[in-house]
């Protein structure tokens, strides 16, 4: 029986009556097949599944972005029903954040290159928000696709150093037939984005094969992957990168494990994806 | 039976078994009459007592007031035993800060003024190693001085909007009889600058009297106490405020709640203190 909640006290109440350890799924909403894995691998692993519906307004740089972000609440709610999900919190943003909120939770090194840079206060918004989530529920898990591969280093990285109770799971992509990673952005895909979109992923599988046949230069490694996106007209590349797996740094030389990264704009849409190398 | 203990690990371990609820008082170590007030409103709250003792490196803003800061542990194991604390976790920098620690809590506005202006990136720290400590230890109560009165604001800021488990609590400010607020600082005043500090409270005092006779003008208020504070010639202010007790911002009229405080060097030392009025 899945029950909806609003407010933190409900969400409180509700939580001191479950069976641990308590699985987290932290969502924007516009739940996808992504989500729907996660929530499988909850369901697997504790006994209470806990998701949360919110669009996090702290962590779109730009206000268009996050008026424009998809929503369809009632479509959500029968995915975590149908998935199973006890509880869902889907609160208003004055119970995310409190009258007179004024707390900032920023990570270092890590959250500086890729998204970060390119998305200025985007990584402030969602440690602070997850630190809130993490702080609530307590749970003893909670899952993340590795899609936002940054994002769940980032969020692991501050969960250890604030001591928050929550270890942080993070769970394969899920993609299209075609190698479109799942995301909840693709919805603003027109026809012709949509058909181009699988360059992305093809990129990186070049990035890989490349890295397959013995080829550890990270300058050759991101060339390879920009000579891929470039056969597609509709991709704009904000950036490629071929980093360290740890630090993100980007690297020389590839000598132990990489993530290779990757955000395109096709139209008014950034997609984002990765490989993690080997 | 007071346990001494040095790991996260041990801490926990420790936590696991103790009856709640859990009263933690975080302390910079050597121990005064204020500490001791905090512990014994601590026996009094909860069913087992924490007191942490940890110099926090990052809250000194300069690195030789951190490695001046006095330090006694022994005495300090000693008066926590005296006062019949639970446990004590006197970390390492290390224990407290894992590996490739990078996070950083900051509060908004409440942190910039007065201490926060003087003493740059001083909130962060608390603010950072108060979260770490929270998370930690998930005391159900965490009791500070209100002489530290900025202090208790920005962390409860920070405790509410990151939904800690901590409720925090405020206590009175214990003083010498000549109305010294007590601080760890106090030992290093040479003999005359010890003679002379009591002028913090006096001016204080001088600032309440002029409020309990009607004086509403904040400026007439904050005059009241540099006047007094300008009798004592080794005095050297720092800043004499009259701030909103919510959102301390400096008044103009005293119509509510409002924080008289002052930071008032003595030689080498800075001494702080308020009075809250009414």
Same mark, same amino acid.
């Given at each position: 029986? $899945? &029950?909806?909640? &609003? ?11 479950? =069976?641990?350890? +308590?699985? /987290? ?5 516009? *739940? ?25 307004? #702290? ?26 999900? %006890? ?14 909120? %004024? $707390? ?5 090194? +890590? ?12 990584? =402030? ?31 692991? &990285? ?46 990186? *599988? ?5 890295? @397959?046949?013995?080829? #550890? ?6 060339? @390879?992957?920009?000579?891929? *996106? ?19 740094? =980007?690297? %020389? #030389?590839? %000598? ?12 008014? $849409?950034?997609?984002?994806?990765? =490989?993690? /190398?080997?």
């Amino acid at each position: 029986m $899945t &029950r909806v909640l &609003r407010t933190r006290v409900e969400l409180s109440q509700a939580l001191a009556a479950v =069976e641990r350890p +308590v699985g /987290l799924v932290p969502t924007m909403g516009w *739940l996808h097949e992504g989500h729907r894995s996660l929530l499988r691998r909850a369901r697997g692993a504790d006994a209470t599944t806990v998701v949360t519906i919110f669009v996090n307004p #702290r962590q779109f740089n730009q206000a268009s972005d996050y008026t424009r972000y998809p929503r369809d609440e009632g479509r959500d709610l029968a995915i975590c029903a149908e998935e199973g999900a %006890d509880l869902i919190w889907a609160p208003s943003v004055d119970e995310v954040y409190v009258p007179g909120f %004024d $707390t900032t939770v920023s990570v270092g090194a +890590v959250a500086e290159p890729l998204e970060g840079a390119a998305r200025p206060g985007h990584f =402030e918004g969602v440690a602070t928000v997850v630190a809130i989530l993490f702080g609530l529920v307590r749970a003893e898990h909670a899952y993340f696709g590795q899609k936002d591969a940054q994002q769940v280093m980032v969020i692991r &990285r501050m969960a250890l150093d604030l001591a928050l109770p929550t270890e942080v799971v993070a769970c394969p992509t899920v993609r299209e037939p075609d190698g479109l990673a799942l995301s909840s952005r693709n919805v603003h895909l027109a026809p012709p984005e949509r058909a181009a979109a699988p360059i992305l992923h093809a990129a990186l *599988l070049a990035g890989r094969a490349a890295w @397959e046949r013995g080829e #550890r230069s990270a300058k050759a490694l991101r060339s @390879e992957m920009q000579r891929v *996106l470039a056969t597609e007209p509709m991709a704009r590349p904000d950036y490629v990168s071929c980093a360290d797996a740890e630090t993100l740094r =980007e690297l %020389d #030389r590839v %000598d132990g494990p990489c993530l290779l990264s990757l955000a395109v704009w096709l139209g008014a $849409t950034r997609l984002i994806d990765n =490989e993690l /190398l080997p």
